[in-house]
């Protein structure tokens, strides 16, 4: 059975850091592609980065493009959201996301396995 949880979400300031976690199970990084992805009330899910399944290349949204990165530790069965120079507009729910169908998305219709979410608040 495929699961996702993440953690380590929580209250920063501006200009701060917080790294995330998504623990995995059922799967291997190699055969599913990952995908973070936010959301925040009245706009659509958005997906910030992802990573490939096949060569592990990696999308990021503009939106968090040289301040997010993704990572992954395979013998923790665990995918990282490093997020550096947080601002109040990164404020959101951060999910991880799994797809077995799509090499690389940032479409959140494609994944078919989700977390349930961790809640980053960004203050000013």
């Known amino acids: 059975e495929v699961q996702l949880q993440a953690s380590g979400g929580g209250l920063v300031q501006t200009g701060g850091s917080l790294k995330l976690s998504c623990t995995v199970s059922?799967?291997?990084?190699?055969?599913?592609?990952i995908g973070w992805f936010r959301h925040t009330p009245g706009k659509e899910r958005e997906g910030i980065l992802c990573?490939?399944?096949?060569?592990?290349?990696?999308y990021s949204a503009d939106s968090v493009e040289g301040r997010f990165t993704i990572s992954t530790e395979a013998a923790k069965n665990t995918v990282y959201l490093q997020m550096n120079s947080l601002n109040p507009e990164d404020t959101a729910v951060y999910y991880c996301?799994?797809?077995?169908?799509?090499?690389?998305?940032?479409?959140?219709?494609?994944?078919?396995?989700w977390g349930q979410g961790t809640e980053v608040t960004v203050s000013s």
């Open positions: 996301a799994a797809s077995r169908e799509f090499s690389l998305s940032n479409n959140p219709s494609d994944y078919t396995y």
């Open positions: 990573r490939s399944a096949v060569d592990a290349r990696t």
């Open positions: 059922g799967f291997t990084f190699n055969d599913y592609a």
